[in-house]
């Protein structure tokens, strides 16, 4: 088993930063890839990014392109989502997720899964 719990969402203006932090406890943290997806109100979830167990290498949506980064901290068992340039359209329950599989963009393949946090972005 892997806990997840995510934190720093919150409100910002558009053009603005957050970081997005998701720590796991449970079983070994870099056995797993891991991803970010978000859903936002009456829409699915979808894929934002995802890293490598070993954090060299990464996959993101066309969405986050340019504006996001992912990265991981094996150490502190933690991993992060950097987003700038933060558009309404980005407004969503951001999650994270852990899975055997390598970059996946797809929920299903992903086997934990966090309780979300929420990030709203103003105009």
């Known amino acids: 088993q892997v806990q997840l719990v995510e934190s720093g969402g919150g409100l910002v203006q558009a053009g603005g930063s957050l970081r997005l932090s998701c720590a796991a406890s449970?079983?070994?943290?870099?056995?797993?890839?891991m991803g970010w997806f978000r859903q936002a109100p009456g829409k699915e979830r979808e894929f934002v990014a995802a890293?490598?167990?070993?954090?060299?290498?990464?996959n993101y949506a066309d969405s986050g392109k340019g504006r996001f980064t992912i990265s991981r901290d094996n150490a502190k068992n933690t991993v992060y989502l950097q987003m700038n340039s933060l558009k309404p359209e980005d407004t969503a329950v951001y999650y994270c997720a852990a899975s055997t599989n390598f970059l996946s963009s797809n929920t299903w393949r992903y086997d934990y899964w966090g309780q979300g946090t929420q990030v709203t972005v103003s105009s």
């Open positions: 890293i490598n167990r070993s954090g060299g290498s990464t």
């Open positions: 449970g079983r070994t943290f870099s056995s797993y890839s």
